[in-house]
């Protein structure tokens, strides 16, 4: 998802748009890399900038995060439903959801940001009955997608303190930015 092709985002001021941004991209980064997971190896792929792939292993994970965000890290990846995964009207409405949290720091346009989050969790819940062919199952669908944000947060907050544990050259300068994480270049 490129954020400067969103509309809603594009009208924002500045200092909202970098609030935003700062709060969630972590948690939106993240949800778009679940489908590089891999359970088997237990290991994510990520593409990088510079070199073709990066991967992350479990004993890398654990042994600069601990094993206590391991087992919730892995929890999280098994707890999201494959065929939520494959989706990327869900993955996008997800990440806009994220994106548009309104209850976050000072912003400015609180309530033009409230009404979007509204109106991409109206979106995801209407999408996911229409898929389903059940309101009842799309509803369970958007309630466990919600359940899974707050584990999203959890997660990026843990996401965040690695980044300035990583060596400087396997992070994406647009990354470094938003954490001022050092350049070391």
Same mark, same amino acid.
């Given at each position: 998802?490129? =954020? ?15 609030? @935003? ?23 994510? @792929? ?41 989706? @990327?009207?869900? =993955? ?35 999408? =996911? ?16 997608? @919600? ?39």
């Amino acid at each position: 998802m490129i =954020l400067k092709n969103i509309p809603s985002f594009k009208i924002l001021c500045q200092e909202d748009k970098i609030q @935003l941004l700062k709060k969630s991209y972590g948690a939106i980064k993240f949800l778009t890399h679940i489908p590089f997971f891999n359970l088997q190896e237990e290991s994510c @792929l990520l593409e990088h900038v510079e070199k073709e792939f990066i991967v992350f292993s479990r004993d890398y994970i654990i042994r600069t995060m601990g094993e206590e965000f391991y087992k919730r890290f892995l929890k999280f990846i098994i707890s999201f439903n494959e065929d939520w995964i494959k989706d @990327l009207t869900v =993955l996008n409405l997800l990440s806009m959801i994220i994106l548009f949290y309104p209850n976050r720091g000072e912003l400015q346009q609180r309530d033009y940001i409230r009404l979007e989050f509204f109106r991409n969790s109206i979106l995801l819940q209407k999408y =996911l009955q229409s898929k389903y062919g059940s309101i009842c199952e799309g509803r369970a669908s958007y309630l466990k997608l @919600l359940a899974r944000i707050e584990e999203l947060n959890y997660i990026n907050e843990k996401c965040i303190e690695l980044l300035f544990k990583l060596d400087p050259t396997v992070i994406g300068p647009l990354t470094k930015e938003i954490f001022n994480v050092p350049k070391n270049d």
